[in-house]
């Protein structure tokens, strides 16, 4: 088996996501073949042990929390639990098959994080919006210092907030309102989100 090499430091180092010899990789397969076939749990601890560093040392660089890592270690490893019947040993092998699992799911969490962030931006300043709230002095404060934010922010920003938080429209329905792709009209809310938290934040 080829041994791939790159240069750290000014140093050649063997990549240690590769399998070391054919004997390992051979023994890989067989773990992972086991799993589809029987569900054989002791193949699977094997596997886990033997990929399980390796994957949370991808976590850590793709997210520099040790704790998001340890998710993309039990997550991925429960997908290849689940999925290894999917696993054809004639199209690669099953290094390179688990890693592709863990790189789509570490994909998969970080469109997750961004996902939760907007949320949480969106969740802060909802109930400033909601026209429900009573009307006591402060919240009315609130409310008016908020629609001032929003009235300044760029047209096409402004609408889409409007649209959604006062007008009670999903991104999809704004999206086919103003002939726009759903990306762009999530683009401009979570711009206009940010802009409007730091005008909170600065106050």
């Known amino acids: 088996?080829?041994?791939?090499?790159?240069?750290?430091?000014?140093?050649?180092?063997?990549?240690?996501?590769?399998?070391?010899?054919?004997?390992?990789?051979?023994?890989?397969?067989?773990?992972?073949?086991?799993?589809?076939?029987?569900?054989?749990?002791?193949?699977?601890?094997?596997?886990?042990?033997?990929?399980?560093?390796?994957i949370r040392a991808y976590g850590i660089k793709k997210f520099n929390d040790p704790t998001l890592a340890m998710d993309l270690v039990q997550e991925t490893m429960t997908l290849v639990w689940r999925k290894a019947a999917l696993f054809n040993q004639n199209k690669g092998n099953a290094s390179g098959w688990i890693f592709t699992v863990m790189r789509n799911h570490s994909f998969d969490m970080l469109r997750k994080i961004q996902s939760n962030k907007e949320d949480t931006i969106s969740d802060e300043l909802w109930p400033l919006f909601d026209k429900q709230v009573e009307s006591v002095e402060l919240d009315w404060l609130e409310t008016r210092k908020l629609k001032?934010?929003?009235?300044?922010?760029?047209?096409?920003?402004?609408?889409?907030v409007e649209?959604?938080?006062?007008?009670?429209?999903?991104?999809?329905?704004?999206?086919?309102?103003?002939?726009?792709?759903?990306?762009?009209?999530?683009?401009?809310?979570?711009?206009?989100?940010?802009?409007?938290?730091q005008e909170y934040e600065h106050e």
């Open 1 to 54: 088996m080829q041994t791939h090499y790159v240069e750290v430091n000014n140093q050649v180092n063997p990549i240690q996501n590769q399998p070391d010899n054919d004997k390992e990789k051979a023994n890989l397969d067989a773990w992972l073949l086991q799993v589809a076939s029987s569900q054989d749990k002791q193949a699977f601890s094997l596997l886990f042990k033997w990929f399980a560093p390796k």
């Open 148 to 160: 001032k934010a929003v009235s300044v922010l760029p047209p096409n920003q402004r609408v889409v």
């Open 163 to 197: 649209g959604i938080y006062e007008q009670g429209l999903t991104q999809q329905e704004l999206s086919e309102q103003l002939s726009e792709p759903i990306g762009t009209i999530k683009s401009r809310l979570r711009l206009a989100l940010t802009k409007l938290r």
